[in-house]
Nanobody
Framework: QVQLVESGGGLVQAGGSLRVSCAAS????????MGWFRQAPGKEREFVST????????LYADSVKGRFTISRDNAKNTVTLQMNSLKPEDTAVYYC???????????????????WGQGTQVTVSS
């Protein structure tokens, strides 16, 4: 079992930066693939980024590539999404998610993720 708690959302102007973090409970955090998804009002949840449990492999949605960076600290049981050059279209609730996977496994498919956090709101004003 893994419990996930997001933090760090907020309000920022377009062009600004925010960092959202996810704290995970459980002794086997290092064996979990971690991902970030987001859901804007009236839209479906969409993939943002994912990182393998060894941290060596990452994937990003095209819409955030070059602006967002995912990282993890297995010793601290945390995964972080650094978001730069934010745009109004980045406004959404951001969710942290996890599933048990192989060392370099990553997935952009939400159905692969077994555990989800409650989400944190990110609002980018124009």
């Amino acid at each position: 079992q893994v419990q996930l708690v997001e933090s760090g959302g907020g309000l920022v102007q377009a062009g600004g930066s925010l960092r959202v973090s996810c704290a995970a409970s459980g002794r086997t955090f290092s064996s979990y693939v971690m991902g970030w998804f987001r859901q804007a009002p009236g839209k479906e949840r969409e993939f943002v980024s994912t990182i393998s449990w060894r941290g060596g492999r990452t994937l990003y949605a095209d819409s955030v590539k070059g602006r967002f960076t995912i990282s993890r600290d297995n010793a601290k049981n945390t995964v972080t999404l650094q978001m730069n050059s934010l745009k109004p279209e980045d406004t959404a609730v951001y969710y942290c998610a996890a599933y048990y996977g192989e060392a370099l496994a990553v997935s952009f498919n939400s159905y692969d993720y077994l555990y989800w956090g409650q989400g944190t709101q990110v609002t980018v004003s124009s």
